[in-house]
């Protein structure tokens, strides 16, 4: 019985992180549902990103992936996070 509970545990908090990365990854790209289209910076017509070859591809992501890591996330095991001035949970490690 305490196998099952520990595991639904262990489910429900993956998804709780699950939902708070997805979260913050859409308000770094402005937009408001999962159908919007990305705002990237880098790339002119986000619309036709999958024309674009695989190695450009993958930076553009990467840069997105750092920028959310960024803006949302702090490492520093000496300080109180700051508040997020974006309406999302500050994730702390």
């Known amino acids: 019985m305490y196998l099952v509970i520990l595991q639904r545990s262990d489910d429900f ?3 709780i992180v699950k ?3 997805l979260v913050a990854a859409l308000q770094h790209l ?6 919007d289209v990305p705002d990237i910076d880098s ?6 990103l999958w024309m674009i070859q695989a190695d450009e ?4 992501l990467q840069e997105i992936c ?3 890591v960024n803006k949302f996330a702090s ?3 000496n300080q109180s996070p700051a508040p997020s001035q ?3 949970s500050y994730l702390s490690c």
Do not use: A, Q, W, Y
């Open 13 to 15: 908090f993956k998804l």
């Open 19 to 21: 939902c708070h990365i």
């Open 30 to 35: 402005n937009m408001k549902s999962l159908s």
């Open 43 to 48: 790339v002119s017509n986000p619309e036709n």
């Open 57 to 60: 591809r993958k930076t553009i």
């Open 66 to 68: 750092e920028g959310v």
């Open 75 to 77: 490492f520093d095991f």
């Open 86 to 88: 974006d309406k999302v």
